[in-house]
Each structure stands twice: as C-alpha cells, then as structure tokens.
C-alpha cells in the first residue's frame, strides 16, 4: 500500500534527489499495472489523472476536458481501488477538478489524504481554455480562483501542491495567491503517436517558452521546483534538451510515458505472435 507522506517529508525526497544530482521524474499512471512498473523504474512522483484513464482506453487526453464522466470520483476510485493498493514507496498524487460546484471540496480533500494521496494538482484546468469561453467561466463564477483555493486547501492538510499553468497571467496569479511547490507550464497536447498533436511546436520553441514562465515563477517563489510538460517532450533525449536549456527540475510525463510506452511495443508483439507458423508439412486441418 502506498504510503502518505507529510508534504515536508515529499519536499525532502524531492530536494534530496535534486541535490545528488538527480532530475526528477513524474509520470501519470492510468491503472494498477502501470504504476507498479513505472514505480520499479524509479520514478520520483505518481499522478492519477482522469486523463491517465482515458489514455489507458486509447483516447487523446484532451477527453478529460469533456463533461463525459466525472473527474473527482475517477480520480479517487482509481486511486483507491488500482493505484494506491499497489504501490510500495512512491508518493502518489490525485490530479483533482478545482471547479467542482457539486462538492464540498475541503471533505474531499480529507478523503484523497485518508486514503493515501501525498499531494494535489490542479488538473483537470480551466487554465487550458482561452477566447471568450475561458471568460465567460471567469465570469460566471466557474473561474481559475477555485483551482487555486483548492491548492490552499490542500496545503492546510499537509499535502504537497503542484501547479499547472498555460500563460503567463495565469502563472503569476497561480504563483502569487497558491504559491505551489511544483510548478508546471503546461507547453500543449503531447505529440506523437496515436492521439497526439501533430502540429506542436518544435522543442526549441518549448524550451524557450516553458523558460519564460519559470523566470515569472521564480521571481514569485525562488524554491520552487520546476518541472517540464507536453508538447515536444516524448522522448528522454526531449528531457535533456529541456534539461540543458531550461532551469526545469526535471520533466512530468503522461502521454509520453502511458501512452508511448503501450502502443508501438503492443502492436509489434502481437504482430510477432501472429507471425507464428505451422511446421512445413503439417495439416492441421480437415
């Protein structure tokens, strides 16, 4: 069983990794299989995403965004159930809806502890929408603001805060008022493969805008440890170029570690079996 970690107790693994020179490493995991064999790979942190699920289903991630399930109970029912029984060491956090009208969100975060989550991030995000959709939510009441007071929530149970953002307003605002101690700028939809973006930037013009916002970060909140996502980063030498030409901590995978890490290799294996043969001469047929 996996077990819950005080939010200085999380830092410390954290710092203690950064400090001999180790980057970090968190991966989403979408089933029980997939953290157990992504925890024996040694990774440092594990997300249970809505988004994990889906993937796990072959779809693109961006279905999490969709009013087609919800994504608390998701979230809490695969940890509880798949995640969290498996796991031996690993700290596990919940990627949790902030804009969650239906909920009494300080219970829920009560439970995700007493189960066995170390942390919170805010995930799913209405940071990912723009144009008037995102500003008309604001307006509405179904805003950014609820994301951000669910981090502070979370904080005040001791569990470790992780931080998405896409812009540079809605960086300054998440460091400002919830001041995570990871923060992620979120570079886009993961390319590649089945379900990825196609048309993504290139991995220079990532790392040169994933810079542009830890620079904000840090300006806010010096310690804060950074950590790269999506768009361009698929493959590890994509972690160390973000590496070599970012302040990032280290890189968070979903697509590029769930995803990646099934489709090409369970297609080739099941071609393989099928390439099987019966003995020259044999009839095994009527």
């Not at 009494?104 to 189960?115: A, G, S």
């Not at 008309?136 to 502070?152: A, V």
């Not at 048309?199 to 790392?207: D, H, K, N, Q």
Request: contains cysteine.
């Amino acid at each position: 069983m996996a077990i819950r970690y005080s939010r200085q107790e999380f830092l410390d693994r954290l710092w203690g990794e950064i400090k001999s020179g180790n980057p970090l490493v968190m991966t989403g995991a979408g089933n029980g299989i997939a953290a157990k064999f992504i925890e024996r790979g040694g990774v440092d942190i594990l997300g249970v995403y809505n988004t994990g699920y889906i993937r796990m289903q072959g779809y693109g991630s961006l279905a999490g965004m969709l009013p087609m399930a919800d994504a608390n109970e998701m979230v809490f029912n695969m940890g509880r159930r798949e995640v969290l029984p498996i796991v031996q060491e690993v700290p596990v956090i919940a990627g949790l809806n902030g804009v969650d009208v239906l909920r009494n969100m300080q219970l829920f975060l009560e439970d995700c502890r007493r189960i066995g989550y170390s942390g919170v991030h805010n995930f799913p995000t209405v940071a990912w929408f723009d144009g008037e959709f995102r500003k008309t939510l604001e307006k509405t009441g179904l805003g950014y603001q609820h994301e951000i007071d669910m981090l502070n929530m979370a904080r005040e149970l001791d569990m470790l805060t992780i931080g998405y953002a896409f812009n540079e307003e809605d960086a300054e605002w998440l460091m400002k008022e919830a001041a995570p101690d990871i923060f992620i700028f979120h570079a886009g939809i993961t390319r590649g493969g089945t379900t990825g973006y196609t048309e993504g930037r290139s991995i220079e013009e990532m790392a040169e805008r994933t810079q542009a916002h830890y620079d904000l970060a840090k300006k806010i909140k010096p310690d804060v440890i950074l950590l790269a996502h999506g768009a361009a980063l698929v493959n590890p030498e994509d972690g160390q170029y973000m590496l070599d030409h970012t302040d990032c901590h280290g890189v968070q995978l979903g697509s590029s570690i769930e995803r990646m890490a099934i489709e090409a290799p369970l297609k080739e294996r099941a071609a393989s079996f099928k390439d099987v043969h019966f003995p020259e001469g044999a009839q095994r047929w009527t």
